[in-house]
C-alpha cells in the first residue's frame, strides 16, 4: 500500500515540478513577438512558396512587420491579401499587378526535331547534361521533362505533348517555376497582357525552319502590321512590349507559323 | 576505464545500431530521409536530446527511483523528463540559440515521441551504465542514428533517378532499400571489441 502512494507522490511530484519549471521557463525564455508580425503572418496565402523573395510565410511576414519589405508582395495571396497586410500595417495597398508563368515554346511532341531518344532520368537538369541542351535539336526548346511541374505547389504545370504548360487558372504567380526551369525560359507575364510569341528561338529563320514547324522565323509581319508598334523583332525573334500592347490580337491572326499565342476570350479588336 | 568507452561507442554506431539492429526509432526513419539536409538536421536533434536525456535520467533514476525502490515507475518516469526535457530545450534554444532552434526546427518537438530516445534511457538501465557511460552511449547512439539516417537519405535520393519497375514507386523501394541497408549492418552483428 505504502508502496503505491509512494509511486503516486514520486510521479506526481516530479510531474509537478517540471511542469513548474516549463511555466517559469516560458516566461524567462519567452521571445518576443511584434503582434503585427503573428497579424500578418495569418493574412498570407501560407504556401511557402518563396515567391515574394523571402524564406517562407514566416521570413516576409517578419520582413514586413519590421518594415522592411513591401506589403504588396505576396503573389500567392493575390490583391486581396496585400490589402488585408496594408490595413494592419497602415499603409496604402499601392498596385501590384498579377503576374503568370509563360512557357514561350511551341515544340511540341512530333513538331520540333530530335537529336536522339532520351532514356535518361526524367528531369531536366539531368537531360541537358547531354551537350547542355537536351534531346531536341532546338537550343532554346523546352525539355519537357517537368521540372517546373516538381516545384509548382499549385498544381499550375502540366507537360502536354512533350512541353510544359501553364494552367493560367491556377497559377498564382510565384515564379518557382521560371527558377527551376535549368534553361531558364519560362518567363514571369502580367496576367492582363493577352498576347505573347510562344517561341524562344533566336536562330535564324532558315534554321528554325529546319528545327521546329513552330519557331520564329522573324519574318517581321508582326511587326509591320501592329497598329500599336508594340511587337518588334529582335534577333530573329518577335519580342512584345507590354508597355504599348493594347491586347487586340491582330499578331495572333496574322502570324504565319502561329505561335503568337492569345489568351482567353476574344474581344472584337477595335480598329483605330 | 577508456577501452570501456571505445567498446561502447563502437556498439551503438555500428554492431548494436539502434534503428539496424535494435530497430528503434523507425518512424523518423522513415519520415525524415527524402532529403540527407533534413535527415542531417533530424539526426543532430537525436543526438542532442539522447545525450541530454541520457544523462538526467541517469541522476532520476538513481537519486529518486532506486533509492525509493520504485525501479517499476522507469518507463512512466523516463517519458515524462523526456518529454518535459525536449520542451524545455526548445524553449531554450528559441530564446538563446535562435539559429540552431530554427535548424532544428520542426525535428525537435518530433523527437519527444521517438522510441530510441525512451530505449537509450531504458537500456542503460539495464546495462548497470553509471554516469559517464550512459552519457556516451546517449551521444553515440545517436550518432549511430544519425549515421543510419544520413546513409539511408542519400539512397532514397538516388533510387528518386533510378529505374525500378513501377509497383515499387514510393514507400515500397523505400523499405526495399532499407532493409538491404540493415542486412549490411547486419555484418557487424556478433562482433566483440576488447
Given at each position: 500500500m505504502s508502496s503505491i502512494l509512494l509511486a503516486i507522490l514520486v510521479l506526481g511530484v516530479l510531474g509537478g515540478i517540471f511542469g513548474a519549471v516549463l511555466a517559469f521557463a516560458s516566461k524567462i525564455f519567452y521571445v518576443e513577438v511584434d503582434p503585427k508580425q503573428e497579424a500578418i503572418r495569418a493574412c498570407?496565402?501560407?504556401?511557402?512558396?518563396g515567391g515574394c523573395g523571402y524564406p517562407g510565410c514566416d521570413g516576409y511576414a517578419a520582413a514586413v512587420a519590421a518594415g522592411?519589405?513591401?506589403?504588396?508582395?505576396c503573389v500567392a495571396g493575390g490583391a486581396e491579401c496585400a490589402e488585408k497586410v496594408a490595413r494592419i500595417m497602415g499603409v496604402d495597398v499601392g498596385a501590384s499587378e498579377p503576374m503568370v508563368a509563360f512557357v514561350p515554346?511551341?515544340?511540341?511532341e512530333g513538331h520540333a526535331e530530335k537529336r536522339f531518344n532520351y532514356n535518361g532520368p526524367k528531369d531536366c537538369q539531368a537531360a541537358m547534361l547531354?551537350?547542355?541542351?537536351?534531346?531536341?535539336?532546338?537550343?532554346?526548346?523546352?525539355?519537357?521533362?517537368?521540372n517546373c511541374v516538381k516545384v509548382c505547389q499549385f498544381g499550375a504545370m502540366e507537360i502536354v505533348d512533350g512541353i510544359a504548360k501553364v494552367n493560367r487558372a491556377k497559377?498564382?504567380?510565384?515564379?518557382a517555376c521560371a527558377e527551376a526551369c535549368p534553361k531558364s525560359i519560362i518567363k514571369m507575364i502580367p496576367a492582363?497582357?493577352?498576347?505573347?510569341?510562344a517561341c524562344n528561338n533566336h536562330d535564324k529563320g532558315a534554321k528554325v525552319m529546319k528545327m521546329c514547324d513552330?519557331?520564329?522565323?522573324?519574318?517581321m509581319k508582326c511587326q509591320r502590321e501592329c497598329p500599336a508598334d508594340a511587337i518588334v523583332v529582335k534577333d530573329n525573334l518577335a519580342v512584345v512590349d507590354v508597355t504599348k500592347?493594347?491586347?487586340?490580337?491582330h499578331c495572333a491572326d496574322i502570324c504565319p507559323r502561329h505561335i503568337i499565342t492569345y489568351f482567353g476570350k476574344r474581344q472584337e479588336a477595335t480598329a483605330e | 576505464m577508456l577501452t570501456n568507452i571505445i567498446s561502447i561507442s563502437l556498439g551503438a554506431i555500428l554492431i548494436n545500431n539502434f534503428i539496424f539492429?535494435?530497430?528503434?526509432?523507425?518512424c523518423p526513419f522513415l519520415?525524415?530521409?527524402?532529403?540527407v539536409e533534413t535527415a542531417t538536421g533530424m539526426g543532430l536533434a537525436v543526438v542532442f536530446v539522447m545525450g541530454l536525456a541520457s544523462a538526467i535520467c541517469w541522476v532520476i533514476d538513481q537519486y529518486l527511483l532506486v533509492a525509493l525502490h520504485l525501479e517499476f515507475l522507469q518507463t512512466l518516469a523516463f517519458i515524462l523528463v523526456i518529454a518535459a526535457l525536449v520542451q524545455f530545450v526548445e524553449m531554450f534554444l528559441k530564446k538563446s540559440v535562435p539559429s540552431l532552434y530554427s535548424a532544428l526546427g520542426i525535428y525537435l518537438p518530433l523527437i519527444?515521441?521517438?522510441?530510441a530516445v525512451l530505449g537509450v534511457v531504458l537500456l542503460n538501465v539495464q546495462n548497470d551504465y553509471n554516469f559517464l557511460e550512459s552519457l556516451v552511449y546517449g551521444i553515440t547512439g545517436g550518432l549511430g542514428f544519425m549515421l543510419a539516417i544520413v546513409l539511408f537519405a542519400s539512397v532514397r535520393e538516388r533510387t528518386e533517378f533510378s529505374d525500378y519497375p513501377?509497383?515499387?514507386?514510393?514507400?515500397p523501394i523505400c523499405l526495399v532499400s532499407a532493409g538491404l541497408l540493415a542486412l549490411a549492418f547486419m555484418g557487424f552483428s556478433g562482433m566483440q571489441i576488447f
Open positions: 498570407l496565402a501560407g504556401a511557402n512558396c522592411e519589405a513591401p506589403t504588396n508582395r515554346c511551341s515544340g511540341t547531354f551537350g547542355g541542351k537536351s534531346n531536341k535539336t532546338c537550343t532554346f526548346a523546352c525539355i519537357g521533362l517537368g497559377c498564382v504567380g510565384c515564379g492582363s497582357q493577352k498576347v505573347m510569341p513552330f519557331g520564329c522565323i522573324g519574318c500592347c493594347v491586347q487586340c490580337g | 539492429s535494435q530497430f528503434l526509432g523507425c519520415g525524415c530521409s527524402s532529403k519527444t515521441t521517438n522510441c513501377e509497383c515499387f514507386e514510393g514507400f
